[in-house]
C-alpha cells in the first residue's frame, strides 16, 4: 500500500485534513485508524455522552501516573479510538478560544497563527445555525462541514444561570463565539439533527466516497525514516506488520498522547530519554512529549427545589424512554449534551481576557454518569483555564503495544490552588444571587462546613477532575527555538516529509473545549501542506472588557 499522503488519525485534525488533502482528486490520501465504527446510539446521540468515554471499544482508556500533588490519585484521560477520534467521544461542546490565545501563539513563535491569520479557517469550517436564539452573525460561518447548533435551553435553570451572572455583575454575551466571549451566554454544541456532528460525520464519511482517499484499519507502530525523510509508516494488523510508503509526507494527527508516542519511538524525541528505552536517535528534539498542558475543573452541585432537571430520566425506565425518542423520532433530550448555558469570566482586574470557563448543567452527576444520590440538583463545571502548571508524555518502553507513561504535573503551582479556590467562591456567589431563589436547595458539593484554605484545598484535591483537553506535547515555534517540535508549517524540525497536525502542537493551551480549534489546525494545515496561500487575514478587533485594568466584571 501507498498514497502521496498518510495520514496517522482520523480525529478531529485528521479528518479534516483527509478531507482537504483529498478535494481536488489530485492526490491520493491515506488515513490510518486504529479504531473501529462509529455507528450505533451510545456514539451518535448526544445525550449518551457519558458512555462512549468510558467504553474500552471507543477509547484508548489512557489514564495519568499517580500524581504528586494531587495525593497520587491517578486521573482519567480518554482519547477516541475510533472513526472520528475524540469528536466521537467529546462532550459536543464548541468553542473557537479568544483571539488572545492564537496572539499568544504567534508572540511565542508560531508565526502565521495569530487570530488574524485562523479566524478566517474558523469562518471556513463553521456550518453555524441561528435557530431564532441570537448570536453574532457577523463573526460566523454558515457554509462549512461542520454544523453548529444551540440547545433549546427549556429548563429554566439555563436562564436561571445567565440572568444570575448579570445579577453578579458580570456581562452577557449573545455569541462568546462571535465579537465577545467574555460573559454569561447559551452554549454551543457540535450537534446536526439531533446526532452527534463529530470530525467524521463532518468531514471524512462524505470524503470516503471518493477513489483517491482511503481509510485502513491498523495500529501504526513507528514512522519509516531513510536518512532524515519520512517515507512511510510501520503498521500492524493482528499479528501482521507491514510499511504503508507515502511518496510524498507522512502527517501525524494522533493526539497529544499519541502524537509524542509515535515521534519517539521513531527516534524523534529527547536524545537521553531515547537511548534509555534501545531507540535510535534520528533527531534530538527535547520537547517530544514535553509542555503536556490539560484543563482540570470542579463540580460545584446544588441541590434542586423543584422537579425539573434531568435527574427525572435517571432511571431504567426514564433512559429507555429517552433513548427510544431519539431512535424514533431524533427528538427529546437525548438530541443534546445537556450543556446549554456557559459563562467565560476574568478571574481579577488585571486580566485583558477570559481565564475562567463554566459549563452550566442541569442535573448533578459525574462525567462517569454517576448521579449525585441527593435527586435533583443542577451543577456548574468551573476552572482556571490557563494554569501554569506542566507535564510530560513519555514512553514505558520502545514496545509500541505498551501505553506511554503520562504525568500531567497537575496543581504543581500555587497559583493553580489559589486559583482553584477563587473559582469556587465565585460559583457560590453566583448560585446565591435571586435568580436561583426559586430553585436553590442545599449545596451538595463541596457542602457548606468546607470554608476555609485548608478546607477547599482538601476538596480540590479530592474532587478536580480533568476536563479531557490535553494538548502540547509537540510544541509549534520557531526553527531555533530547542524546545519546539514542528515549525510554523507543521514541519517536525530536523526530519523531511513528515508533520504533526493536531492539538499536541498548541504552544499554550485555548481558553475553552479543544474540538474546534483542532479542526481548524487541521484545515490550517491541509492549506499549508497543499502549498496554497493562506485564506486573506482578518484583522477585526475582539472586544475586550473596558474595565479589565479595574475590575473583574
Known amino acids: 500500500m501507498e498514497a502521496d499522503f498518510v495520514i496517522i488519525g482520523s480525529g478531529s485534525a485528521g479528518s479534516a485534513m483527509a478531507a482537504r488533502l483529498s478535494e481536488d482528486g489530485k492526490y491520493s490520501v491515506l488515513v490510518l485508524e486504529y479504531g473501529g465504527t462509529d455507528a450505533g446510539p451510545f456514539i451518535q446521540m448526544p445525550g449518551a455522552l457519558s458512555y462512549p468515554m468510558n467504553m474500552p471499544r471507543y477509547d484508548w482508556g489512557y489514564f495519568s501516573e499517580p500524581e504528586p500533588h494531587l495525593g497520587g490519585r491517578k486521573l482519567a484521560c480518554p482519547r477516541g479510538k475510533v472513526i472520528g477520534g475524540s469528536s466521537s467521544i467529546n462532550g459536543m461542546v464548541y468553542v473557537r478560544g479568544h483571539a488572545g490565545d492564537y496572539d499568544h501563539w504567534a508572540d511565542s513563535g508560531a508565526d502565521g497563527w495569530s487570530y ?3 479566524l478566517p479557517y474558523f469562518l471556513r469550517m463553521e456550518n453555524w445555525h441561528e435557530s431564532g436564539q441570537g448570536g453574532d452573525p457577523d463573526w460566523r460561518g454558515t457554509d462549512g462541514p ?6 433549546k435551553r427549556d429548563i429554566p435553570l439555563h436562564q436561571a444561570f445567565v440572568e444570575a451572572g448579570c445579577q453578579a455583575g458580570f456581562e452577557v454575551t449573545k455569541d462568546y463565539n462571535g465579537e465577545q466571549q467574555e460573559g454569561f451566554s447559551p452554549m454551543e454544541q457540535t450537534v446536526w439533527k439531533g446526532q ?16 483517491n482517499l482511503t481509510l485502513h484499519k491498523c495500529l501504526a507502530r513507528r514512522i519509516i525514516i531513510e536518512g532524515s525523510r519520512a517515507v512511510g509508516v ?3 494488523r493482528g499479528q501482521t506488520i507491514s510499511v504503508v510508503r507515502a511518496r510524498r509526507e507522512v502527517i501525524l494527527a494522533a493526539s497529544a498522547i499519541n502524537s509524542p508516542k509515535l515521534l519517539m519511538l521513531s527516534g524523534i524525541g529527547p536524545a537521553n530519554h531515547l537511548t534509555k528505552m534501545g531507540i535510535e536517535v534520528i533527531a534530538d528534539r527535547p520537547g517530544v512529549g514535553q509542555n503536556l498542558q490539560d484543563h482540570l475543573e470542579l463540580y460545584i452541585q446544588q441541590a434542586c427545589l423543584q422537579p425539573i432537571t434531568l435527574f427525572k430520566y435517571w432511571n431504567l425506565f426514564g433512559k429507555m424512554r429517552v433513548g427510544l425518542e431519539w431512535l424514533i423520532n431524533k427528538s427529546g433530550p437525548g438530541t443534546s449534551n445537556a450543556f446549554e448555558s456557559c459563562a467565560f469570566l476574568r478571574s481579577k482586574p488585571g486580566v485583558r481576557y477570559p481565564d475562567i470557563q463554566y459549563h452550566f448543567l442541569p442535573i448533578a452527576v459525574r462525567y462517569d454518569g454517576q448521579a449525585a444520590a441527593e435527586g435533583h440538583g443542577f451543577q456548574a463545571h468551573v476552572g482556571p483555564m490557563r494554569s501554569p502548571s506542566r507535564g510530560s508524555v513519555t514512553l514505558r518502553s520502545s514496545d509500541p503495544v505498551e501505553d506511554p507513561n503520562i504525568l500531567f504535573n497537575y496543581m504543581s503551582d500555587p497559583q493553580d490552588w489559589a486559583d482553584f479556590r477563587h473559582c469556587i467562591h465565585l ?11 426559586p430553585f436553590r436547595g ?6 457548606t462546613d468546607v470554608q ?3 478546607e477547599l484545598d ?12 490535553p494538548c502540547g506535547t509537540c510544541k509549534i515555534g520557531r526553527a531555533d527555538d530547542p524546545m519546539a517540535v514542528v515549525d510554523p508549517e507543521c514541519r517536525v524540525i530536523g526530519v523531511d516529509r513528515l508533520r504533526v497536525v493536531d492539538s499536541s502542537i498548541f504552544p499554550r493551551i485555548p481558553n475553552g473545549n479543544l474540538n474546534g480549534p483542532s479542526i481548524m489546525v487541521g484545515e490550517k494545515g491541509a492549506d499549508i501542506i497543499l502549498g496554497r496561500s493562506p485564506l486573506p487575514k482578518d484583522n477585526r478587533e475582539p472586544w475586550i472588557n473596558p474595565r479589565w485594568e479595574t475590575s473583574d466584571r
Do not use: C, M
Not at 146 to 151: P, S
Open 427 to 437: 460559583t457560590r456567589s453566583i448560585f446565591g444571587q435571586s435568580a436561583f431563589d
Open 458 to 469: 482538601a476538596f480540590i484535591s479530592e474532587h478536580v477532575e480533568s476536563a479531557y483537553h
Open 196 to 211: 452527534r456532528w463529530s470530525a467524521a460525520n463532518a468531514y471524512l464519511k462524505l470524503a470516503l466516497k471518493r477513489p
Open 234 to 236: 510501520e503498521i500492524q
Open 442 to 447: 442545599k449545596e451538595i458539593q463541596p457542602g
Open 116 to 118: 488574524a491569520d485562523v
Open 146 to 151: 461542520l454544523h453548529i447548533t444551540r440547545g
Open 452 to 454: 476555609s484554605d485548608a
